[in-house]
């Protein structure tokens, strides 16, 4: 799941992080009460998608922020499908009641993928985190569970 957010990073179209992640920083996702769903072709991940908590206020508990990553040589091809239908179902068991997440405007994949599975793009913050230097937009994204 590193290797995969890492390759994430590099490619600037998923994430604001710029510093490379551990499996131990993986493993501090695991909280127990955030679902994960990982998926896995021939023994390897090739993708996953996770869940974290959208706010400390206790009146969101039933909201989660998410994500979706999948390997550079998996994409497209069913793999950030099968884990974000996995994680909508796991968000669902979980007592879970909506999932939200920000996605850079340009990444036509995963807004599609999102858009196929029943999120709605509610709106675009603006100048929302700065990537290298240079501000960025984020789409906001919801679906209710």
Known sequence: MAAIYNEGI????????????????VLSWLDGRHPVVVI??????????RTSASSGRCCYAGN???SVYVARAARRGG????????LLEAARAAGLS?????V?????ASRALL?????????TYERHGQLDGVWRDVVIVERLL
């Open 10 to 25: 590099v490619d600037r179209t998923a994430t604001f992080e710029t510093n490379p992640r551990t499996a131990a920083d």
């Open 40 to 49: 896995e072709d021939a023994g390897r991940v090739v993708a996953f998608a």
């Open 64 to 66: 989660a922020d998410f």
């Open 79 to 86: 793999a950030g499908l099968a884990a974000m239908t996995g």
């Open 98 to 102: 909506k999932l939200l997440s920000g």
């Open 104 to 108: 850079f405007p340009e990444n036509a």
């Open 115 to 123: 858009r196929r599975l029943g999120f709605r793009e509610v709106g």
